[in-house]
C-alpha cells in the first residue's frame, strides 16, 4: 500500500515552504527522477527545479487529467493552496484554488487510481473548539482558509467513501522552516523572527501580541509525520484519515523570542498585532493528537530548544 510501488510521485505547489523540503526529502527515498514536482510558477534556480523534473502545472487546470497517466503518476502530494492571511484578502481565490483545485486533483485521483495527500491546518478548528483541540469537534473556523479546509476534509472523506480514492491527510500546525521564506500566513512570525533576529539590525515587529500560542511544528517532524502517514496499511487509517491531528510543539511569540534570545541577547521584538491577530485567536493553543498516536505511532522528536538551535545554526 506504501509509497510507490510502480508509480512516480507528484507534488504541486512544490516551491512553497513545504514542498520544497518534501520533494527534497522523496528524492532522497525514491530517486530523483521518481518524484515530478510541478507548481503555477517557475524559479529557475530553485532546488525542486534544479534537482529533478519540475512541470508548470495550475491546479485549476484540466492538464492534471493528462499528466497523471502521461508521467505515471501513483501518489500525488497536493500541497498548491492559498494561506490564510492571503485567504482573508482574496476569499474568492482561496476558495477557488483551495477547492475547485482540490477537486481537480482528486478527479484525475479517482479517474487514474492515485492515491491523495491532502494537507489540512489547525484553521479547521474556530473560537468555539476547545483550545486544547480534540479529534472530534465542531469544526466552525470564522476564516475563508479554515472553512476551505474543513470542505476538503469532507470532499477528501467523500472520494474514500464513495469511489474507495485512498485520500489521506493531516491538520497541520504552523510550520517552521529554515529552506524558504514565508509569505501568507499567520503562523508565519515564527520563522521571519528568526530572519530578524540573524538580520543587521537584529530587531523585529511581531503582528501578533507576545502571550498569543499556537500550535507550531519544526519541518522535520512535518515531513517525518506526512511520509509516516503515507507508508502506513490503509487498514491502520481510521475515520480521521483526511485530518489527522499532530502536534508538535506549543508557544508564544514571548516564548519563542526568549528562547532566540538566549543565542542573540542583543535581538528586540517589539508586539504589533495586526488583523492576523484575529485569525490567530480563533485557532486552538495546543492540539490533541492521540488518535494519529494510535493509529500510526505518531511522535513527534523537537522541542523548542532544539529547534531554535537548529535554526540559527542553519541560517546563520
Ligand atoms: P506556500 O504558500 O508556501 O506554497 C503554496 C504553493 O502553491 C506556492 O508555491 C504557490 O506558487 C503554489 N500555488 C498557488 N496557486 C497555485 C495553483 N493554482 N496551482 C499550482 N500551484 C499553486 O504553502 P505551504 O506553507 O507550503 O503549504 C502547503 C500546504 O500545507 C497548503 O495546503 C497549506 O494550507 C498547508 N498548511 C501549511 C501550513 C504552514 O504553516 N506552512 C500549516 C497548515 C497547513
Ligand atoms: N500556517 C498556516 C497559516 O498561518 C495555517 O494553516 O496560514
Redesign the pocket.
Known sequence: MSEVADGRILV??A?????TDLVERLREIHGSEMVVAS???EIPDHPCVLNGPFLI????SDKILKLVPEENIQTIYH?????SANGEVNPELCES?NVD?TRNILEAARIHGSRVFI?S?IAVFGPDAPKHAPQITALNPTTKYGMTKVDCEIMGMMYWINHGVDVRGIR????ISWKSQ?S??T?DYAVDIFHAALSEGKSYDCFLKADTKLPMMYMEDAIKATISLMDEPLESMSLARCGYNVSGLSFCAEELFSEIKKHIPDFICEYKPDVRQNYADSWPDSIDDSVARKDWNWQPSFELEELVEDMIKNLS
Open positions: 504541486t505547489g516551491l512553497g515552504q513545504i514542498g507548481d503555477i510558477r502545472l495550475d491546479v485549476l500541497l498548491a493552496a492559498i494561506l484554488i483545485g494537507p491546518s497541520y500546525p504552523g510550520i514565508v501568507g500566513g503562523t
